[in-house]
């Protein structure tokens, strides 16, 4: 017991001093990227995405933490890429995407039930669209951004229990390819592009409680494509594609937002950066499953966990 006390105590006084610890764990049966990603009870759901040959998949597998291991299940009804996905009340919600390349946006919202290993539909969107991201707030569901030809400022809030969206104000500065968090009961989305414009450093952060937009400090290296998680009061910003100095358009950069403090700071960068997967939070710990290590190509099967330095 005192062995193991002390090898936390040294990850953790590691990650503190370097900014950060990096660590690769089990891969997933399936090169993908622009994938959705999950968190629900204890597994990581990641759904469709971009294959290496370029075709869309409907693809699922789920992460057991606790297992180690991963399992694939029922494929999507309809494969996507660049959906929203989210975990809430025992289903699995995919959200958009692509039917075919960055063409055919649909608003469809397909729901997996891992009780009975079947999907099922939910109300669609208000608008169809693609590369969008979404999290859940108290018990709903909110859908921002994406793009469906041109990038949207769309925001939508699903409620599961009268299986309806309303549409909301949208954002300040639409886009898509954004990461989104939230703190406080806050939708928080940062960076992402716009028509062309890959490395956007928009901070905004959506109140549904008083339903209007505030502009925050700008990140420090715009990006999109990235993978964006909540801890305490940091948001984590990890990676993505745009970097015009880099030969293959990535991004290595790390950096935290602190809510209480209004500003960014950097940490240990990416070892293999990547785009196109969704960070998610368990504890003090973030998973990266899946993505790209080329600026739109070249898929990954990797899952990558990042131990980030106390938030304070």
């Known amino acids: 017991m005192r062995q193991l006390v002390w ?5 953790a006084a590691l990650a503190l001093a370097q900014g950060g610890v990096w660590r690769s764990l089990a891969p997933l049966a399936e090169a993908r ?12 759901y990641v759904a469709g995405g971009f294959l290496g040959s370029g075709a869309t998949t409907g693809t699922l597998e789920v992460f057991d933490l606790q297992a180690g291991r991963w ?15 989210v975990g809430l009340d025992g289903r699995v919600y995919v959200m958009g995407g692509y039917r075919s390349g960055l063409s055919q946006a649909t ?7 891992p009780a009975t290993g079947r999907w099922s539909q939910a109300a669609p969107m208000p608008s169809p669209r693609g590369a969008l991201s979404a999290a859940v707030i108290e018990g709903k569901i909110y859908a921002v951004g994406g793009a469906n ?15 309806a969206w309303t549409a909301l104000p949208p954002m300040p500065n639409p886009r898509d390819h954004a990461g989104v968090a939230v703190v406080g009961g806050k939708l928080y989305v940062a960076g992402g592009r716009r028509d062309g414009v890959f490395d956007l450093r928009h901070l905004e952060v959506f109140d549904p409680r008083a339903g209007r937009w505030q502009v925050l400090s700008p990140m420090p290296t715009g ?3 990235h993978m964006v998680a909540a801890i305490g009061e940091c948001i984590y910003a990890i990676a993505g594609e745009g970097n015009r100095q880099s030969r293959i358009g990535m991004f290595v950069e790390v950096e935290v937002y602190h809510v209480g403090r209004g500003r960014w700071t950097a ?36 899952l990558d966990l990042f131990l980030p330095p106390r938030c304070e």
């Open 267 to 302: 940490l240990r960068q990416m070892p293999v950066p990547k785009h196109g997967s969704v960070a998610v939070a368990v504890g003090e710990q973030i998973y990266l499953p899946a993505g790209a290590t080329t600026a739109a190509i070249d898929p990954v099967n990797t």
């Open 149 to 163: 030809g041109p990038s949207l400022g769309d925001l939508a809030v699903y409620d599961p229990k009268a299986n």
């Open 107 to 113: 608003a469809e919202v397909q729901v997996y039930n």
């Open 33 to 44: 990227q622009e994938v959705g990603v999950a968190l629900l009870d204890g597994k990581i």
């Open 223 to 225: 990006r999109s494509g």
């Open 71 to 85: 399992t694939r299940l029922e494929a999507m009804p309809t494969p996507v890429n660049h959906p929203a996905a």
């Open 7 to 11: 090898a936390v105590w040294a990850v």
